[in-house]
C-alpha cells in the first residue's frame, strides 16, 4: 500500500518512475487537488510538483511551484506549459484535478429533462471536457519521449453510459462521458507522440469536497472517502498502470469503469 511506503519512506513511484520525479497538479485548490499536492510532497522519489489552480494556491514546501491556471482561459494553460518548459523540466505525472458539478447562480446538477439549459451544459463542457484536452494539448510536449509517463484526469462513474441506471445530472453526466471520449482518443494519439505515456480517466469514489458537500446528507447511501485518503488510492493506482490501461477509466480501487 502506498500508504504503508509513504511512512516506510520507499515509494512505488520510484519503481514505476525512477528517482527523480515531477509531477503536475491542475486543480490543486480543490479538496482532492490539494491532497494529492501534499501525498506526492511526501514521497522522496517525487522533487518537484507544480500546483495549478485558479487563484495561486498557497503551499510552503520548497518542491512546489505554485501558479495559475484557468480552464476556461486557454492562454492560461499554455502559459504554464511554457513556465515548466522554462525550468527544463520534464514531466513524468501530469493529474488533471480540476472540475464543477455546481456553481451558485448558473449550474446546479438537473433532475429532469426540463432543467437542462444550454448554458450549464456549455459551462460543465468548458470546464469537465474541453479544459483537460487543453491541458493534455499544452502538456504533452513535457511528457518524457523515452521514459515511462503518465496523463490522468479526474472523471466520474456518472460519466459512464453503461453505468447510468438513474438518471439526472444531465450537464455532469454528459461532460464527463465526453472526457472519458477524450481520454480515449488522446490515448490513441498518443501511442504516436509520446509511446511510453498511459493516459486514463480517474474515478476518486465518492469524496468529501466542496464539490460533493451537497449530496452527502443522510440519504446518501455508500462509503465516502476523505479527501487525504482519496489521493492516496489515486496515486496508488497511479504508481501500478501500465500502457493496457491507456485510454480507460479506472476507479479508486484500480478497477476498469465501463465506457
Ligand atoms: N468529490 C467527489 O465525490 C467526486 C466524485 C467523482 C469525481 N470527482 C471529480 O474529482 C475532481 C475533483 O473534485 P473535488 O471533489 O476535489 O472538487 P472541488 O473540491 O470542488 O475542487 C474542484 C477544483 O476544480 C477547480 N476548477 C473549477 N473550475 C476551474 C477552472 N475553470 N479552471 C481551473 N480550475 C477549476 C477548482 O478551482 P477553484 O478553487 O478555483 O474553484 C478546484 O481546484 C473533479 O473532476 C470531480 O468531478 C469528485
Request: aromatic letters at 6%; a positive charge; glycine letters at 8%.
Amino acid at each position: 500500500m502506498l500508504s504503508q511506503e509513504l511512512t516506510n519512506n520507499c515509494t512505488p513511484f520510484a519503481h514505476s518512475f525512477g528517482n527523480d520525479v515531477s509531477a503536475a497538479v491542475i486543480g490543486a485548490s480543490g479538496g482532492i487537488g490539494s491532497e494529492l499536492v501534499e501525498a506526492l510532497c511526501k514521497l522522496p522519489s517525487v522533487t518537484r510538483i507544480y500546483a495549478f489552480s485558479r487563484t495561486k494556491p498557497q503551499f510552503s514546501n520548497p518542491k512546489i511551484f505554485a501558479s495559475t491556471i484557468d480552464l476556461e482561459k486557454e492562454n492560461t494553460v499554455a502559459a504554464a506549459a511554457g513556465a515548466i518548459g522554462a525550468e527544463n523540466s520534464a514531466l513524468d505525472i501530469v493529474i488533471v484535478a480540476s472540475g464543477i458539478l455546481h456553481k451558485q447562480g448558473f449550474l446546479a446538477p438537473e433532475r429532469s429533462l426540463k432543467d437542462v439549459d444550454p448554458e450549464s451544459l456549455s459551462a460543465a463542457f468548458r470546464v469537465n471536457t474541453a479544459g483537460p484536452l487543453l491541458v493534455a494539448k499544452h502538456f504533452h510536449p513535457l511528457l518524457p519521449k523515452t521514459k515511462k509517463s503518465v496523463f490522468a484526469a479526474l472523471s466520474a462513474r456518472v460519466g459512464s453510459i453503461e453505468d447510468n441506471h438513474l438518471g439526472g445530472w444531465y450537464s455532469y453526466r454528459v461532460s464527463k462521458a465526453g472526457l472519458n471520449m477524450g481520454i480515449k482518443t488522446l490515448s490513441v494519439e498518443l501511442t504516436r507522440l509520446r509511446p511510453l505515456a498511459t493516459c486514463v480517466g480517474l474515478h476518486p469514489g465518492t469524496v468529501a469536497t466542496k464539490l460533493s458537500e451537497p449530496f452527502l446528507g443522510r440519504a446518501h447511501k455508500g462509503h465516502v472517502f476523505t479527501p487525504d485518503v482519496a489521493s492516496t488510492n489515486l496515486l496508488q493506482v497511479i504508481s501500478t498502470l501500465n500502457q493496457k490501461d491507456s485510454g480507460f477509466v479506472l476507479d479508486w480501487s484500480g478497477k476498469r469503469v465501463p465506457y
